[in-house]
T-cell receptor
Framework: GNSVTQMEGPVTLSEEAFLTINCTYT??????LFWYVQYPGEGLQLLLKATKADDKGSNKGFEATYRKETTSFHLEKGSVQVSDSAVYFC????????????FGKGTKLTVNP | SAVISQKPSRDICQRGTSLTIQCQVD?????MFWYRQQPGQSLTLIATANQGSEATYESGFVIDKFPISRPNLTFSTLTVSNMSPEDSSIYLC??????????FGDGTRLSIL
């Protein structure tokens, strides 16, 4: 079945540090891939997406590239801010079939000033 | 993207009681989804609700425990029945279809005493 594996958290960084959160997936076919962010006390917000191999999703300084050969979709940001402190979820959805999203376990990021 | 409103935003309930959560969308949508997020955990899909048909439940979730209504294309309810402390979670609704990313409401934070 489909699954998503994220790096274990929590992750603690200083402001302006480089961020990588690893995400790998197992899926049949060619899924769409997503990163969602959950700020404290809020619901999930779509951060970025990619729908086919080699696509790069980007938003708010965050980037992730759909790597079919390594079945990965790692999230990166060159310089994090305190306001980036949140839980980040990697997720996939199979194209052309069920609309069901499969989520990773989430990675909590804390950025200190 | 669609604006999704959930009510209530949070509640504290006694065990054995039931609570109905409402999800209102500002545009007509075909598919609505209900997720559960247990404390410190990822999201798990409870069911998919399409207007005019019975909800489709995921493995481990049953209609008697989580009855769902979908009376029109902008509204759905999820009832958590005969609650126990294990039902303490965040419940989120989302919308999305046709290959578009799912968008989430802010969730309902439920605590059972």
């Amino acid at each position: 079945g489909n699954s998503v594996t994220q790096m274990e958290g929590p992750v603690t960084l200083s402001e302006e540090a480089f961020l990588t959160i690893n995400c790998t997936y197992t899926a049949t076919g060619y899924p769409s891939l997503f990163w969602y962010v959950q700020y404290p006390g809020e619901g999930l917000q779509l951060l970025l997406k990619a729908t086919k191999a080699d696509d790069k999703g980007s938003n708010k300084g965050f980037e992730a590239t759909y790597r079919k050969e390594t079945t990965s979709f790692h999230l990166e940001k060159g310089s994090v801010q305190v306001s980036d402190s949140a839980v980040y979820f990697c997720a996939l959805k199979n194209q052309g079939g069920s609309e069901k999203l499969v989520f990773g376990k989430g990675t909590k990021l804390t950025v200190n000033p | 993207s669609a604006v999704i409103s959930q009510k209530p935003s949070r509640d504290i309930c006694q065990r054995g009681t039931s609570l109905t959560i409402q999800c209102q969308v500002d545009s007509q949508v075909t598919m609505m989804f209900w997720y559960r997020q247990q404390p410190g955990q990822s999201l798990t899909l409870i069911a998919t609700a399409n207007q005019g048909s019975e909800a489709t439940y995921e493995s481990g979730f049953v209609i008697d425990k989580f009855p769902i209504s979908r009376p029109n294309l902008t509204f759905s309810t999820l009832t958590v029945s005969n609650m126990s402390p294990e039902d303490s979670s965040i419940y989120l609704c989302s919308v999305g279809a046709g290959g578009q990313p799912q968008h989430f409401g802010d969730g309902t934070r439920l605590s059972i005493l």
